[in-house]
């Protein structure tokens, strides 16, 4: 059976279950699927909405990053877009879904989204202590725009409050 063939068959199949109040089964469904192809973007999606619906909000979490993986590296940057934005907004501290977008951003030549996405990235990672991560996505902000003296003198401060004088 072809593979989207196959993949529209279980999504069916646990759908039904779902309707039928079987939430349990249709997720089992879903995970034995993705045993057989880990690379099934619908089909990670779909799990990630019955996470949702289970209330596995890291689970829903970690299904929602493979499927936006897995569409970035097939080339549909616009569809992995819309599944990274889902991320950061279902779950704002996410540092590397903004990194990810920011990447994005930065290769389309939306310099503003990209600077954005690096300051979102930078705060979640220095909430979480990851200092020298949040300092070298502040640093990418100034790559994309060297005159822009307000960060430069805002990224020297947090260099000098993380006791990197030198950097």
Not at 24 to 39: K, T, V
Not at 117 to 138: H, N, P
Request: charged share 20%; net charge negative.
């Amino acid at each position: 059976m072809h593979s989207a063939e196959h993949t529209t068959l279980l999504i069916q199949q646990a759908q039904h279950c779902i309707d039928g109040g079987k939430v349990e089964q249709a997720l089992q469904i879903c995970l034995n699927g993705l045993l057989q192809n880990d690379h099934d973007v619908d089909l990670w999606n779909f799990t990630s909405n019955i996470y949702r619906m289970t209330n596995q909000p890291d689970k829903a979490h970690h299904a929602m990053q493979r499927s936006a993986e897995l569409l970035f590296q097939s080339g549909d940057i616009d569809a992995a877009v819309v599944v990274y934005r889902k991320i950061v907004n279902q779950f704002p501290q996410d540092a590397q879904a903004q990194l990810a977008l920011a990447t994005i951003y930065r290769q389309q030549g939306q310099v503003s989204r990209a600077a954005l996405a690096y300051e979102l990235a930078s705060q979640a990672l220095a909430a979480v202590g990851l200092v020298a991560d949040s300092l070298a996505a502040g640093q990418r902000i100034l790559e994309m725009s060297p005159d822009n003296v307000g960060r430069r003198i805002r990224l020297a401060e947090q260099y000098a409050g993380a006791d990197m004088k030198s950097d």
